[in-house]
């Protein structure tokens, strides 16, 4: 691949782009970076992109040529780290937007990390050990979010890094079977233990049975408690920026609430959340985003320290804009029309399910 100058060879369509990539790729990311304020939407759409072309050079390479792609994404963040991105619009986006934002490389590195411990099949003995992945693969990511909304106070940011790893807790809880079926495995192998669960001889014969689901459970407690840690955070985010937050929050926690409802069993099942539960989740989010603050200054997780770390030793740049109060009213009416469009798609699916 060909290096220009980011300054010199910036293209103005590749924030455009960038959005395409993400409208085709990555439905989440998408329908997240909507309900930003109108501002963030760039910037947002430029580190989501970066962040989905790393994970799909990783994932849609064979084993044997993984560490290869890795090797040639670390030398992609080397070359936007010295302004002198590849010739591609995601790298040329996030260049701009590493500088912009004073964005310590110790965070994309993070999440190459965190794609190789996935590609070497690394498993995690104990909680903190999986705290550790959470922090790679999604707490980088929610604080590199958080430097694009103009804040980098390390309490917000250790309440960021919560979140991130309370939704990874979530995924993981929801996809056990899936993993094992892929001969991955997630769970904290001390636990599995604990419940009387051999590990190696388990993911030979993946099954569901109450032990597994006494694990599951245990998981998503441990979400719990980092949702309702995370929730002093969001208070410290500009006004604009909470519904679309808070939406994340609650309608991710939701997904461990329908793990519940299925006795824990995401071995012969994957929970999917419906709208109407979906719908209730949004409509906390708003009214939790009209709450009194409530500021938690309780120190990151040990997993995360590193991430907070990072950011207060970085220089900040100079006084980035904070996207304004009256931004708030549009993004919780973005926020609601997302849904009520999900929601008319469901109705149009259902409407034909039940003529076919």
């Known amino acids: 691949m060909h290096r220009h100058s980011a300054e010199h060879h910036h293209r103005p369509d590749d924030a455009a782009v960038c959005a395409r990539l993400l409208r085709g790729g990555s439905h989440?990311?998408?329908?997240?970076?909507?309900?930003?304020?109108?501002?963030?939407?760039?910037?947002?759409?430029?580190?989501?992109?970066?962040?989905?072309?790393?994970d799909d050079a990783v994932d849609d390479s064979p084993p044997e040529e993984k560490p290869a792609a890795l090797a040639c994404l670390r030398r992609r963040l080397d070359a936007i780290y010295a302004q002198t991105p590849h010739d591609h619009p995601a790298d040329r986006a996030f260049a701009q937007v590493v500088v912009q934002y004073a964005i310590p490389r110790t965070l994309p590195e993070a999440l190459l990390e965190g794609f190789e411990w996935d590609a070497e099949g690394r498993r995690y003995e104990t909680i903190e050990d999986l705290h550790g992945y959470g922090a790679r693969v999604a707490s980088t990511v929610g604080a590199m979010m958080t430097l694009l909304m103009g804040v980098r106070d390390p309490d917000v940011l250790a309440r960021a890094c919560d979140l991130g790893v309370a939704m990874q807790l979530t995924n993981i809880?929801?996809?056990?079977?899936?993993?094992?079926?892929?001969?991955?495995?997630?769970?904290?192998?001390?636990?599995?233990?604990?419940?009387?669960?051999?590990?190696?001889?388990?993911?030979?014969?993946p099954r569901f049975d109450q032990r597994i689901g006494s694990v599951v459970a245990r998981l998503l407690r441990e979400a719990d408690r980092l949702y309702e840690r995370s929730?002093?955070?969001?208070?410290?985010?500009p006004l604009s920026c909470r519904p679309g937050i808070h939406a994340a929050a609650r309608i991710y926690s939701e997904i461990g609430r329908e793990v519940e409802r299925n006795g824990g069993d995401s071995v012969s099942r994957r929970a999917v959340t419906p709208m109407s539960r979906k719908l209730r989740g949004l409509a906390g989010a708003l009214a939790a985003t009209a709450q009194p603050a409530r500021h938690n200054a309780e120190p990151p997780l040990e997993g995360t320290r590193f991430l907070v770390e990072a950011v207060v030793n970085t220089h900040a740049p100079a006084a980035a804009r904070t996207p304004h109060w009256w931004d708030f009213a549009n993004s919780a009416k973005r926020t609601l029309e997302l849904v009520e469009r999900l929601e008319r798609r469901d109705r149009v699916a259902a409407a034909s399910r039940s003529s076919a």
Do not use: I, N, Q
């Open 28 to 54: 989440s990311f998408y329908a997240a970076s909507l309900v930003l304020p109108r501002r963030m939407r760039k910037p947002a759409a430029a580190l989501y992109a970066f962040c989905r072309v790393a």
């Open 173 to 205: 809880a929801r996809d056990v079977g899936e993993d094992a079926r892929a001969g991955r495995l997630y769970l904290p192998l001390a636990w599995l233990r604990e419940a009387g669960v051999d590990p190696d001889t388990w993911l030979k014969d």
């Open 231 to 237: 929730c002093g955070g969001v208070a410290g985010l």
